[in-house]
């Protein structure tokens, strides 16, 4: 059977048998393609299926399941045969998953694992899991200073390191203080007489066990590295991060910072969007929006005000909503780049003054820009418009131009601002909202647009 036909006969099967069958190709496949098959048939059906696989194969396929449908394969198996599979789980999945079994749970589990898995799982259980001991792994190998190549190579088959995890090779003393690493490369390329402590590299790059994830895979990703070392506070090797790990810290964190922009509270656990329930949605929106919706009254209170001058000047009010989206459009960008910046180190809170002087040189460059096309727009939309006769078209057009003008540099210098200005109170700057931004630019534009158009025509 083709590949390709498999998703489809994983949905439209008539007999497990069926599934069984093609058990020779899943074999074949990437894991990850074969979880992803898996997925699409029930959780009494995945464990038949597993069952044609080796146990290793089967924590593996399991370690690519999202954390829900981990937890849904548990409750569907007993206990003894969910041990196997968890078992054979990398040890940094194993202990992302444990947490999440109750008590009882977890006390029924722990019997049927080996006294190696038992005391790792609750070794890497104890840290938090926003620190680099709560992502660690222990999946790594370890040779002594004293020890020659040959030595060392044969300790590594002993240990056994996963294909992902070998390129590094730590060196410890006899109390597991690290005292540096040798590459593979280095162990092959070395004669086998060699002391280790001939080819060992002092100088490395290392995070301790109670360090911000977030500082982990930044440190991957600055020095381009395979994996980083953890220690404790005694200085010895408790375990690595891979930077598969750091990725998806990264693209976690990203999504974090991404839904606290856009106004959306996020979920201390990660649920895919389908598997989230409405209500979840509502209640992860609500805040922001109910909270803006109330504060956006002064806007119309604000119009209200001028709600003659918009009888009289019908033309303001057909170029009210481009001011504001404008406005909203520039205070947003202004607001994603300063984010951006600060979450990858580039810029801090101490930076404003340049901060704030930059965008100010920007946002001018954008309101000349901006100001011409709208004097253009006005003029070119509404020269069969109705105005008052003691005014003339071009001079509407010019005041509503320098009204969008001012409202692209203010809207801007806001936008860029509040970020800072939370991140100096000792907050994350991504909770300076995108919709918080454009009601705030919103008010501040009508009162913008109906000042200078107040002080054109003495309204």
């Given at each position: 059977?083709?590949?390709?036909?498999?998703?489809?006969?994983?949905?439209?099967?008539?007999?497990?048998?069926?599934?069984?069958?093609?058990?020779?190709?899943?074999?074949?496949?990437?894991?990850?393609?074969?979880?992803?098959?898996?997925?699409?048939?029930?959780?009494?059906?995945?464990?038949?299926?597993?069952?044609?696989?080796?146990?290793?194969?089967?924590?593996?396929?399991?370690?690519?399941?999202?954390?829900?449908?981990?937890?849904?394969?548990?409750?569907?198996?007993?206990?003894?045969?969910?041990?196997?599979?968890?078992?054979?789980?990398?040890?940094?999945?194993?202990?992302?998953?444990?947490?999440?079994?109750?008590?009882?749970?977890?006390?029924?589990?722990?019997?049927?694992?080996?006294?190696?898995?038992?005391?790792?799982?609750?070794?890497?259980?104890?840290?938090?899991?926003?620190?680099?001991?709560?992502?660690?792994?222990?999946?790594f190998?370890?040779?002594?200073?004293?020890?020659?190549?040959?030595?060392?190579?044969?300790?590594?088959?002993?240990?056994?390191?996963?294909?992902?995890?070998v390129?590094?090779?730590?060196?410890?003393?006899d109390?597991?203080?690290?005292?540096?690493?040798?590459?593979?490369?280095d162990?092959?390329?070395?004669?086998?007489?060699?002391?280790?402590?001939?080819?060992?590299?002092?100088?490395?790059?290392?995070?301790?066990?109670?360090?911000d994830?977030?500082?982990?895979?930044?440190?991957?990703?600055?020095?381009?590295?395979?994996?980083?070392?953890?220690?404790?506070?005694?200085?010895?090797l408790?375990?690595?991060?891979?930077?598969?790990?750091?990725?998806?810290?990264?693209?976690?964190?990203?999504?974090?910072?991404?839904?606290?922009?856009?106004?959306?509270?996020?979920?201390?656990?990660?649920?895919?969007?389908?598997?989230?329930?409405?209500?979840?949605?509502?209640?992860?929106?609500?805040?922001?929006?109910?909270?803006?919706?109330?504060?956006?009254?002064?806007?119309?209170?604000i119009?209200?005000?001028?709600?003659?001058?918009?009888e009289?000047?019908?033309?303001?009010?057909?170029?009210?909503?481009?001011?504001?989206?404008?406005?909203?459009?520039?205070?947003?960008?202004?607001?994603?780049v300063?984010?951006?910046?600060?979450?990858?180190?580039?810029i801090?809170?101490?930076d404003?003054?340049?901060?704030?002087?930059?965008?100010?040189?920007?946002?001018?460059?954008?309101?000349?820009?901006?100001?011409?096309?709208?004097?253009?727009?006005?003029?070119?939309?509404?020269?069969?418009?109705?105005?008052?006769?003691?005014?003339?078209?071009?001079?509407?057009?010019f005041?509503?131009?320098?009204?969008?003008?001012?409202?692209v540099?203010?809207?801007?210098?806001?936008?860029?601002?509040?970020?800072?200005?939370?991140?100096?109170?000792?907050?994350?700057?991504?909770?300076?909202?995108?919709?918080?931004?454009?009601?705030?630019?919103?008010?501040?534009g009508?009162?913008?647009?109906f000042?200078?158009?107040?002080?054109?025509?003495?309204l």
């Amino acid at each position: 059977m083709m590949t390709s036909q498999l998703p489809k006969l994983f949905r439209e099967f008539r007999h497990i048998d069926q599934l069984i069958a093609v058990t020779p190709e899943l074999k074949k496949m990437p894991v990850i393609e074969v979880s992803e098959l898996l997925l699409l048939i029930d959780e009494h059906q995945q464990l038949r299926i597993l069952s044609c696989f080796s146990p290793k194969q089967q924590g593996a396929i399991v370690s690519d399941f999202p954390i829900q449908s981990q937890m849904a394969l548990f409750h569907a198996s007993k206990t003894r045969r969910f041990a196997l599979i968890f078992e054979n789980m990398p040890s940094e999945n194993r202990a992302d998953l444990f947490p999440h079994f109750e008590p009882q749970e977890q006390t029924a589990i722990l019997p049927f694992l080996s006294k190696t898995v038992r005391e790792d799982v609750i070794q890497l259980s104890a840290y938090p899991p926003e620190t680099a001991g709560g992502i660690m792994s222990t999946d790594f190998a370890t040779v002594q200073q004293n020890m020659t190549c040959a030595q060392a190579m044969e300790k590594v088959r002993s240990d056994a390191p996963s294909k992902r995890t070998v390129y590094y090779i730590y060196v410890v003393n006899d109390n597991q203080t690290m005292q540096g690493f040798i590459t593979l490369k280095d162990l092959i390329m070395a004669e086998p007489s060699v002391k280790v402590s001939e080819v060992v590299h002092r100088e490395f790059i290392f995070v301790y066990a109670e360090e911000d994830r977030e500082s982990v895979a930044q440190k991957i990703e600055k020095y381009d590295l395979v994996a980083l070392p953890v220690l404790n506070a005694d200085h010895q090797l408790a375990g690595i991060v891979t930077h598969d790990e750091a990725l998806e810290i990264i693209r976690a964190e990203q999504t974090e910072d991404m839904e606290k922009f856009m106004g959306i509270m996020p979920d201390k656990d990660e649920l895919d969007y389908m598997a989230t329930s409405s209500w979840k949605h509502f209640k992860k929106r609500a805040v922001w929006i109910i909270t803006l919706a109330a504060l956006g009254i002064l806007s119309g209170l604000i119009i209200h005000g001028y709600e003659s001058t918009l009888e009289n000047f019908i033309i303001l009010a057909l170029y009210m909503p481009m001011v504001a989206d404008t406005g909203g459009n520039s205070g947003s960008q202004a607001a994603t780049v300063v984010v951006r910046a600060m979450a990858l180190g580039q810029i801090s809170a101490k930076d404003w003054l340049k901060i704030l002087w930059k965008e100010a040189k920007i946002s001018l460059l954008l309101a000349i820009c901006l100001g011409v096309l709208a004097f253009a727009k006005v003029l070119f939309l509404s020269w069969e418009t109705p105005i008052p006769a003691l005014y003339s078209l071009s001079r509407i057009a010019f005041a509503i131009a320098l009204a969008l003008s001012i409202q692209v540099i203010t809207a801007t210098i806001i936008g860029a601002g509040l970020p800072i200005l939370v991140k100096r109170l000792g907050g994350d700057p991504a909770v300076a909202a995108s919709p918080a931004i454009t009601t705030i630019v919103d008010i501040t534009g009508l009162l913008i647009y109906f000042g200078v158009t107040t002080m054109f025509f003495a309204l």
